[in-house]
C-alpha cells in the first residue's frame, strides 16, 4: 500500500474574504523553519514558517514562466496560526 502524501488545499476565498498585505521577502532570519504546507499539486502554494520567535504565511505562485513569492508579516505565533486557519478556510 502506498502512502498518501496529500496535504491540504486552501479554499478559494468567497466574496466576504479579509485580505492579506502580502510583501515582498525580506532576507532578515538565517534560519526559517517550515511547519506546515499546502499541497504542491496546485499552482499556488501556502507555507507557515517560523524564525526568531516570530511566524508568518509564505505564498508561492507556480506558472510555466515564472515563480512569485509573497510573504505576510512577520507576527507572533498565534496570530500567523489564525491567518493560516482563515486561509485554509477561505475566509
Given at each position: 500500500?502506498?502512502?498518501?502524501?496529500?496535504?491540504?488545499?486552501?479554499?478559494?476565498?468567497?466574496?466576504?474574504?479579509?485580505?492579506?498585505?502580502?510583501?515582498?521577502?525580506?532576507?532578515?532570519?538565517?534560519?526559517?523553519?517550515?511547519?506546515?504546507?499546502?499541497?504542491?499539486?496546485?499552482?499556488?502554494?501556502?507555507?507557515?514558517?517560523?524564525a526568531a520567535g516570530l511566524a508568518w504565511?509564505?505564498?508561492?505562485?507556480?506558472?510555466?514562466t515564472a515563480v512569485t513569492v509573497k510573504?505576510?508579516?512577520?507576527?507572533s505565533y498565534g496570530e500567523a496560526e489564525?491567518?493560516?486557519?482563515?486561509?485554509?478556510?477561505?475566509?
Amino acid at each position: 500500500m502506498t502512502p498518501d502524501f496529500h496535504g491540504p488545499h486552501a479554499d478559494a476565498g468567497g466574496f466576504d474574504a479579509g485580505s492579506v498585505d502580502w510583501r515582498d521577502p525580506l532576507p532578515r532570519f538565517c534560519r526559517v523553519r517550515v511547519l506546515r504546507h499546502t499541497c504542491e499539486c496546485r499552482a499556488r502554494i501556502y507555507e507557515f514558517c517560523a524564525a526568531a520567535g516570530l511566524a508568518w504565511i509564505r505564498r508561492t505562485d507556480r506558472s510555466p514562466t515564472a515563480v512569485t513569492v509573497k510573504e505576510s508579516r512577520p507576527t507572533s505565533y498565534g496570530e500567523a496560526e489564525a491567518l493560516w486557519e482563515k486561509l485554509l478556510s477561505g475566509r
